[in-house]
């Protein structure tokens, strides 16, 4: 994207020069380019400098730290203000493991999240939002007439990046929002995954709403993932995906390592006391074992409670 730039500005090619050296490009980068920045058929720019970025949302491609491939970190955007969760309410079912991922992700990478259910129309988010109901999350439901003002207002002025499973319905939103974004839409198999429609993140322009004046703002439509790694993040941060518990660990000995097993550990009195959800306890406890290499790496972001895959 050029900073600055109007929604009249022309699209640029450009190609990474030389002088970058090992340093890559990422969806989201603000650059510096040279050469010849008309937009016009045939022109290429070359881009000579990545500007500092304000943020860089991270995944991991597995959460084995027990290898090289497992240590893998993969930047999925830079700069962006806002991570929007995308989660289907069915059609495949929600993974509440696979959401407090994310949270953790964005806090960890100082995004602000926002919960967008969709497929609103095949099932209720009642169990859902029951599960976050001590986070203050902002979130939108989607149905395929749902009046998308709610979710443009959010959007408005920031740079925000999707994630989710393939088939949540991200490229799906991502063309209601972008009249002209042509992002082809998958179907989902009759075992409630999708088939992985989209294979590249590209940011898109927002549209101008009438009357509205200022930044539109920028959406980031990504590939769906199978999980969303975090063996970037350090043991402590895990914390910070869990608000609504990281309240109770002020009572924990030195150095708590805050699992099961630790006997003086404050968040077992703090559940037990009626402060946090046990399930939201036993997610992030999930999240520890994970990545010390325990856990069920199949299916790593499935929690107790949600719905069974295809059902
Ligand atoms: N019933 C219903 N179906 C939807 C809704 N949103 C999307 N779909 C359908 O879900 C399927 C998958 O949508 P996509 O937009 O391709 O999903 P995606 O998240 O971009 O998937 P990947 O690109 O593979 O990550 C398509 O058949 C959509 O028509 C919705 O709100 N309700
Ligand atoms: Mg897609």
Redesign the pocket.
Known sequence: MIPGAGPDAPLVTAMRARELGRKSVVVGDRVGLVGDTSGAPGALARIVRIAERTSVLRRTADDDETTAEGRLERVVVANADQLVI?S?LA?PPPRTGFIDRCLVAAYDADIEPLLCL?????AGPEAVLGYYTELELPYVL???DSDLAALRALLAGRVSVMV????????????RLVPDAE??????SAIGR?????TSAVALRLPAEPGADGDTGWIV????VRSFGLAHVSAESLLHGFPDLVEATVDCPANCPHTADEADCALDAWVAAGKADARRLASYRRLLASRSGEGDPREPERNPGDPLAGS
């Open positions: 995308v289907a059609d969709t497929k609103a129309d095949l989607i149905r395929p989710g499973h393939s088939g949540v319905g991200k490229s799906t939103l991502v063309n992002r082809a839409v998958g179907t989902v999708g088939r992985h429609t989209s439509d990504t590939p769906g």
